[in-house]
């Protein structure tokens, strides 16, 4: 199954006063923003189904299904491109970002180094002594 991207889909919540989102494409944000619960509809509208309504029992009286479809494909043609935008910026960023990291991780590494050999060696000797205390208890089986 194809993964759903951003810009591939949008859902929003139709009002009598328009077409309402919000930037998680959630139709519980919207309505808690908007402080609304009733005189709404759910709506979703993606590349590969196009509009979808999720409908209450009834439609209300002013909402047109061919208008909002309308409304919706041309919504979503706005924000597409701002979405892909948004991410090629960011992924570039991001890159930037990890070059920056790089060669503090190559520091860090060399750093803690000597520090884990130490330690290696140090539980060693510690777990050595702990088998040699082992051995002293009676029924202690040792490996072979």
Do not use: N
């Not at 590349?47 to 409304?71: K, N, S, T, Y």
């Not at 979503?76 to 790089?102: F, I, M, N, S, T």
């Not at 000597?114 to 777990?127: C, F, N, V």
């Amino acid at each position: 199954m194809r993964r759903r991207r951003m810009c591939d889909f949008f859902s929003a919540v139709v009002t009598p006063q328009g077409i309402f989102f919000a930037e998680d494409w959630s139709h519980e944000t919207v309505r808690r923003r908007l402080g609304i619960e009733e005189d709404c509809v759910d709506i979703e509208y993606d590349d590969v189904r196009g509009f979808e309504c999720h409908e209450p029992f009834r439609l209300p009286a002013w909402f047109d299904r061919e208008i909002i479809m309308q409304r919706a494909r041309a919504l979503h043609g706005e924000l597409k491109p701002l979405y892909e935008k948004y991410e090629a910026d960011r992924k570039q960023l991001y890159e930037k970002y990890e070059a920056d990291l790089k060669p503090l991780y190559e520091k860090y590494e060399a750093d803690r180094k000597p520090l884990d050999e130490k330690y290696e060696a140090d539980r060693k000797q510690l777990y050595e002594k702990y088998q040699a205390d082992l051995k002293r208890v009676e029924g202690y089986v040792p490996k072979k």
